[in-house]
């Protein structure tokens, strides 16, 4: 009988991406994918680890899933990702159901790791962040018309809050060729967008000058025949040039959209977060950008209730938001990681004050949004049809080049077209449109 895999995914896209990496290894051993986790030989945790919310999750799970391996005793549970990273061996002694313990930059041992488990019965945690060795390793994605792209593994930048760089590791810029490579393929299987990932894109080849810079990279896969639409996430505002800006203005298919994670509008919190940018230099930024790029859409990441933050730096936050009118925002409340230097800053905001910050934010980010919205109804778009719509079958969903998103009634064959819509009704989540 086939042997089957089953894949869950939490976190980031790079984790998405790593999902790829490990489907496309369980494949080569002669595995096949199912959607129905109760009869899969093999089952994937991929893990995120950035807020206690996502401890959580992946612990939860993992208790619901010790039935599965009382069903299946040789079920192989495998934890990849940044948790297995942070916690290790510490999972394996907390669930018997976990067979592996496999860390970001473990990956490739994978297929080695479940031959050992299969041949000994014995159980293995594989992690560490020793240099990372980039071959091109084959990817199976989901979705044939997008790709997420790698251009870095890790992270320099050691924000004081944030726990990736201890699991991920120092920042390593990939070949150049390697990820031209990648794009090349991906094209010519027919894929249309493309998205370059990194935790710092805009640092690519900071370690490796040969490889070029990261303009080099949006001009070489720019230059790519089929492919229609170019993202990346995230840059960081430390290292977001008016050169990289005139670049991106000058490349037609590089999506007039940045992702560009504020943290905080207060200089002080900015300084303790060692974000490296003051917010004069952010609006520097996102000036440039507005008159560069026609209609550019600018997202962001903040963080409310950072230890030591006072209600007054909380309230230059909200100002500085309303001042950069950002197209939409993540937006989240601070969570300690054990490690990090932020942990020992005095005093921490009151878990709850922390909330009622985040909620006030995010209201009055969803106003923005929506008034921001309101702005394109009405507008014609081209919008890449993604997906069958989740909350109501009905509806196809998609994104127009600004990512916003779109909901309307079409064939379900558009699937992975680009289409236009018209934005027929603004909301704070995105468009209701109709196909022209
Ligand atoms: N490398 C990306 C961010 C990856 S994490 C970047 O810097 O752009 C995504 C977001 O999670 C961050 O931008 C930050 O807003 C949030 N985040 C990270 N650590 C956090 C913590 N300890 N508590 C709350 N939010 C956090
Ligand atoms: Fe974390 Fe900062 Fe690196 Fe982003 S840039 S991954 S927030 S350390
Ligand atoms: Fe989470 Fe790791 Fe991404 S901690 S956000 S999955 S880099």
Redesign the pocket.
Known sequence: MEKKYHIITLG?QKNEYDSQLIAALLKSMGYESTGKIEECDILVINTCC??NKADVKVYGRLGQYRELKSANPDLITIVSGCLAEKDGKSLLSRFSNVSLVVGPRNISRIPELVEYVRRTGKRRCAIGLGNMNFEIMPVLRDRAYAAWIPVTEG?D?R?T????PYVRGAMTSRPSEHIVHEAEEFAASGGVEITLLG??VNAYGTDIPEYGDFGSILEKINAIDGIKRIRF????PRNFSDAFIEKMASLEKVCPHV?L?L?SGDDTILRRMNRRYGTDEYAHIVDKLRSSINDIAITT???AGFPGETEEQFSNTMEFVKRMEFDGA?M??????EG?P?VKINPPVPPQERLDRLNRLIALQNDITFAKHRLYEGREAEVLVETVSKKDSEFLTGKTLRKEVVNFTGPENLVGKLVRVRLAKAYTWGFMGEMV
């Not at 809050?161 to 990736?164: A, P, S």
């Not at 989240?332 to 990681?337: D, P, T, V, W």
């Open positions: 980031c950035i807020r992270c930048c924000c809050y944030c726990i990736v935790q710092n996430m995230s840059p960081h992702h994670p943290q990441d903040i963080i993540f989240f409340a601070y969570s300690e990681r990090t932020a």
